[in-house]
């Protein structure tokens, strides 16, 4: 098992990454501060894991809710589930959630840990290589509107994240794909050299060697965990961490969640900035080309759904979070592992990656 650390004062946590660790009841016990669990889940995990974690929670007064699966779900109404179960079984402020799930679960469970009582203790169980990755760390927690994605929500940090790659064992390969696009994300912004290392292995990682993926967790988590100590909510250097996401979110959102997973979607965002980069003079054609490459590898999508048009780009940019003062900003490349967010940029090589992308 590998622990590692996200260093914020006395909000810091642990991350714990390893095989079978559902079954290690000593990485929950220290983070529960009474008797009650309340157990989030959804239709696709619940069957799965729910009872060996419960197992593993013995002892424990543990009720549950079981949510619906997708990212359409991902809304005020689901989300009021949560709050229903809470009081109908008078959960207290000692209470803990155990969010067990990808991200659309983690989100939620955060959330309405963030908000039950002014603030409950939650603890990151993450079942997809996305949320393992990405959002089971760092506090990011909230749900979706239909004008925009992940508008209403809270930074609010859970006590621990507990990976288990056990669990990766029956994650459908779409779902794998996706999460890798969040691990290559990782190599362009932060880290040269473990962008080349996924080159050179990423076929073993689709194919789900154990070990690989273990390493690629860690050293995403790492990388996060080291961006989010420096800046936890989001006033500078942590939105490099969504290289590609106002581009993915403007197609998630034009498809009403209804379609493309999330780490697909970023995908494609991330070949528009790396595109847009190349255009601003900033990195080389060839960057752009092993971008393309790698993505093609993890048999991801290379281009937006064919009915969206730079004027819906453009539409459903505007209300992205990283918008201030009426100005778009992006998160864009000066070189592999080097990223900025900025809006002095010229908006005119801005439509023509639009365009070349809305062919």
Excluded at 50 to 74: I, M, N, R, W
């Amino acid at each position: 098992m590998r622990t590692l650390n996200l260093d914020l004062g006395d909000r810091s946590y642990p991350i714990f990454i390893g095989h079978n660790l559902l079954a290690n009841k000593a990485l929950f016990e220290p983070y529960l501060r009474s008797s009650q669990v309340m157990l989030v889940s959804n239709t696709t995990v619940e069957p799965l894991y729910a009872a060996q974690l419960e197992q593993t929670l013995s002892g424990y007064s543990c009720d549950k809710v079981v949510l619906p699966d997708g990212e359409k779900f991902k809304n005020l109404e689901t989300l009021n589930l949560i709050f229903d179960r809470l009081l109908s079984q008078r959960h207290n402020r000692k209470t803990t959630i155990v969010a067990l799930g990808g991200g659309v679960v983690g989100d939620m469970a955060g959330f309405a840990a963030a908000s039950y009582q002014r603030g409950i203790n939650f603890i990151q169980v993450p079942t997809t290589l996305l949320s393992q990755v990405d959002s089971s760390v760092g506090g990011k927690t909230g749900v979706n509107h239909a004008l925009g994605k992940n508008m209403i929500g809270a930074f609010y940090q859970p006590q621990s994240v507990v990976i288990d790659t056990n669990v990766l064992a029956t994650l459908p390969d779409r779902e794998l794909a996706a999460g890798l696009a969040e691990v290559i994300k990782y190599g362009l912004i932060a880290d040269a050299t473990f962008f080349q290392w996924l080159e050179e292995n990423i076929d073993k990682l689709i194919a789900r060697d154990s070990d690989l993926l273990a390493y690629a967790i860690e050293v995403s988590c790492k990388t996060k965990a080291t961006v989010v100590a420096q800046d936890e909510k989001e006033s500078g250097i942590r939105a490099i961490l969504n290289l590609g996401h106002t581009f993915g979110h403007a197609i998630e959102a034009y498809q009403n969640y209804n379609g493309w997973v999330h780490g697909e979607a970023v995908a494609v965002g991330m070949l528009m900035a790396c595109d847009l980069s190349q255009r601003l003079g900033w990195i080389d054609i060839s960057l752009v080309q092993r971008a393309q490459r790698l993505i093609e590898r993890a048999k991801l999508p290379m281009i937006p759904p064919s009915t969206m048009t730079p004027k819906d780009f453009m539409a459903y940019m505007a209300v992205d979070k990283k918008v201030l003062d009426g100005s778009l900003r992006l998160v864009l490349l000066k070189a592999c592992g080097k990223a900025l967010v900025t809006s002095e940029f010229d908006s005119s090589k801005l439509s023509e990656t639009l365009e070349k992308y809305c062919c």
